[in-house]
């Protein structure tokens, strides 16, 4: 089936440890995001990438890091820098064109990150 | 940056009834999408409609751009419809979604 994988669903993190979220997509899409989410809000921007090896910083990207290696693949670090990162993590892909904005994204089914 | 309204924040609704849920921009936008975000967490995509009317069974969604406004109609209601929908937005050459706060659903029996 085609679609985006996140993993893993459920991720929990020690004081001054950094961990890495999983996303992968098999749809052929040139552009990736990332986003999060807190308990009764909507979502966030933190990264994307509309193509290989290049990237840019969202709205709330202090604390976060990302790299693009792979079409396919668009891992995110939370730092031991982001001092509350216990939220919902959502990737996200589209298709881009001359007009990249004008397509839709599709998401993975997230991953909740919670501090130990 | 543009900024996304959703209301109602928060409805309930017997099981059956028909609701307007309203998203109101405040600039003109290149793409609009609406979710369902279920009680799970998924991020479900209802509508790509950035303009016109577009229907999918039960639900419609109307946009019109030019007065920076989309509503989401949801006839005959049930329980599996409750949950959070949100409205989002790009704008210009930026590919980023902006989201609205959400409307969180409620059907009950």
Not at chain 2, 19 to 37: E, G, I, M, P
């Amino acid at each position: 089936d085609g679609g985006i994988t996140q993993s893993p669903k459920y991720l929990f993190r020690k004081e001054g440890q950094n961990v890495t979220l999983s996303c992968e997509q098999n749809l052929n899409h040139d552009a990736m995001y990332w986003y999060r989410q807190d308990p009764g809000q909507g979502l966030r921007l933190i990264y994307y990438s509309q193509i290989v090896n290049d990237f840019q910083k969202g709205d709330i990207a202090e604390g976060y890091s990302v790299s693009r290696e792979k079409k396919e693949s668009f891992p995110l670090t939370v730092t031991s820098a982001q001092k509350n990162p216990t939220a919902f993590y959502l990737c996200a892909s589209s298709i881009t064109s001359g007009e990249a904005s004008n397509q839709p994204q599709h998401f993975g089914d997230g991953t909740r990150l919670s501090i130990l | 940056g543009i900024q996304v309204e959703q209301s109602p924040p928060d409805l309930i609704l017997q099981e059956g009834a028909n609701s307007t849920l309203r998203c109101n921009f405040s600039d003109s936008v290149n793409n609009l999408q609406w979710f369902h975000q279920n009680p799970w967490g998924q991020l479900i995509n209802l509508f790509y409609i950035p303009s016109g009317t577009k229907q999918n069974g039960r639900l419609s969604a109307t946009t019109v751009a030019t007065e920076r406004y989309s509503l989401l109609y949801i006839s005959s209601s049930q329980t599996t419809d409750s949950g959070v929908y949100f409205c989002a937005v790009t704008t210009g050459t930026a590919s980023k979604l902006t989201f609205g706060t959400g409307t969180r659903l409620q059907v009950t029996l």
